[in-house]
T-cell receptor, first 113, second 114 residues
Framework: KQEVTQIPAALSVPEGENLVLNCSFT??????LQWFRQDPGKGLTSLLL?????REQTSGRLNASLDKSSGRSTLYIAASQPGDSATYLC????????????FGKGTKLTVNP | GAVVSQHPSWVICKSGTSVKIECRSL??????MFWYRQFPKKSLMLMAT?????????EQGVEKDKFLINHASLTLSTLTVTSAHPEDSSFYIC??????????FGPGTRLTVT
C-alpha cells in the first residue's frame, strides 16, 4: 500500500528565500507524481506533474525533482514571495493510467514579508 | 483549459437530509472522475472512482449506499450524501482526468451537517 509523507508539516520563511519541500513515497512503482497548491478553504491547483520516466519538471520559480529509486521528490521554490503562502501537497499515482492518487498531508508554507 | 467546477461551493443541511454535489469538467471530456474527502488538517482521502456509464468503485470503508455517485456523462458526475449526519461534515473535492491521465481538481464543496 502506497504511503506518502511530507516533511516538514509547516515551514515559515522570510520573503526572498529559496526553499525546498520534501515528499517521500513507499512504493517506487509510481506512474507519476504531482505537486499541488491548496489555499485555505479552496480546491487544489496543479503545479507540476512528473512522469515516472522523468527526473524533473520546471515551471517559473518552481522546480520539482523525482528520484524513484529512493522514493523521494522535492519541490524547490526560488525567491519566495508572500503570495506563495499556501499548503503544498504531493501525490503519487501508483497504477497505470488515470488511477488513484495517494496524497501526503501537505506542508503549510508561510512566506513573511 | 482543463477547468473543473463544483456546485454548490458550500451547503448547510440538517441531519437526516440528503445533499447532492455536482462536478463538471467544463472544457474537456473526463473519462474518469474521482471524489475525495478532506477533514481539517488531514490529507485528501479518495472515496470513489467513477467512469462514465458504469458503477463507481468505492474505496475500502466508504459506504456505497450512503455516498451515491452517478457519472451520467463525460462532463458530469454527482455525489449524493444520503441521510447526512454531523460526522459527514467535511470538504468534498472532485477531480477529473482526460486523455493525459493528469487529474484536474474542482474548487471543493464545504458540507456542514447540523
Amino acid at each position: 500500500k502506497q504511503e506518502v509523507t511530507q516533511i516538514p508539516a509547516a515551514l515559515s520563511v522570510p520573503e526572498g528565500e529559496n526553499l525546498v519541500l520534501n515528499c517521500s513515497f513507499t512504493d517506487s512503482a509510481i506512474y507519476n507524481l504531482q505537486w499541488f497548491r491548496q489555499d485555505p478553504g479552496k480546491g487544489l491547483t496543479s503545479l507540476l506533474l512528473i512522469q515516472s520516466s522523468q527526473r524533473e519538471q520546471t515551471s517559473g520559480r518552481l522546480n520539482a525533482s523525482l528520484d524513484k529509486s529512493s522514493g523521494r521528490s522535492t519541490l524547490y521554490i526560488a525567491a519566495s514571495q508572500p503570495g506563495d503562502s499556501a499548503t503544498y501537497l504531493c501525490a503519487a499515482s501508483t497504477q497505470g493510467g488515470s488511477e488513484k492518487l495517494v496524497f501526503g498531508k501537505g506542508t503549510k508554507l508561510t512566506v513573511n514579508p | 483549459g482543463a477547468v473543473v467546477s463544483q456546485h454548490p461551493s458550500w451547503v448547510i443541511c440538517k441531519s437526516g437530509t440528503s445533499v447532492k454535489i455536482e462536478c463538471r469538467s467544463l472544457d474537456f471530456q473526463a473519462t474518469t472522475m474521482f471524489w475525495y474527502r478532506q477533514f481539517p488538517k488531514k490529507s485528501l482521502m479518495l472515496m470513489a472512482t467513477s467512469n462514465e456509464g458504469s458503477k463507481a468503485t468505492y474505496e475500502q470503508g466508504v459506504e456505497k449506499d450512503k455516498f451515491l455517485i452517478n457519472h451520467a456523462s463525460l462532463t458530469l458526475s454527482t455525489l449524493t450524501v444520503t441521510s447526512a449526519h454531523p460526522e459527514d461534515s467535511s470538504f468534498y473535492i472532485c477531480s477529473a482526468s482526460g486523455l493525459r491521465y493528469e487529474q484536474y481538481f474542482g474548487p471543493g464543496t464545504r458540507l456542514t451537517v447540523t
